[in-house]
């Protein structure tokens, strides 16, 4: 049986933990060859060797997506692909009043500015092939905000907006772009927070990578825009 991302090249960022490891992983097992990035070079190095171990190809391109630089040399080690996951992402915990302008440009250099620059690298290469998928991963906090979180919630409401954007530009191009908004989901993050953990519920990177692999494998012609996904026991409307 034939892989189903046999022959395709996966472009996927913040790839060294996390959520944008399990979806290496999951793209790898699904015949993908992989260009992984990430700020970090021990730990991306040390990822790469985690899927190389599982007869993946993989190239690492340490790259900090905040500089221009950086994005335009990820692109061109990477070369033609079919497939960018856009999931580099950070955030800060503050109360509206205490949120400097330092931290607000900071969050939104890497989740909106970043996104975009990457999205566009990517759009630009598939436009001449009348091919490809952009799959963006945003948050739930896209859709209902939690308190102190102004700057991420701003960040991942305007990543889906730009998704929507692109998708209407790109879809008479053959270009499908979709946005994944995950909840509780396992990683460094929650350390220190089992309390809240135990109330809401988490899933495992596993389980967003499978849905990110859906949406990557639809048939050609057909786009998931959108998709939230979460914990069943996780509050959602009226989370707080």
Known sequence: MTSPLAGKRTVITGASSGIGLAIAQAFAQAGSDLII???????????????????????????DLTKDADIAGLF?????????????????????????????????????????????????????????????????????????????????????????????????????????????TESAIWQGQEELVAQEGIMPASAVARAALLMATLPAGINMLEATMLPLTMPFLGRG
């Open 37 to 63: 990035a990430a700020r970090d070079a021990k730990k991306l190095d040390a990822a790469a060797e985690t899927l190389r171990a599982t007869g993946a190809t993989v190239t690492a391109v340490q790259a």
């Open 76 to 184: 061109a080690a990477a070369g033609d692909i079919d497939i960018l996951v856009n999931n580099a992402g950070g955030n800060i915990r503050a109360r509206t009043e205490d949120v400097t302008a330092e931290q607000w440009r900071g969050v939104m250099e890497l989740n909106v500015t970043a996104a975009f620059l990457c999205a566009q690298a990517a759009f630009r290469g598939m436009l001449a092939r009348k091919s490809g998928r952009i799959i963006n991963i945003g948050s739930v906090s896209a859709k209902v905000s939690r308190r102190n979180s102004i700057a991420y919630t701003t960040s991942k409401f305007a990543l889906e907006g730009m998704t929507r954007a692109m998708a209407l530009d790109g879809r008479s191009h053959g270009i499908a772009v979709s946005i994944l908004h995950p909840g509780n």
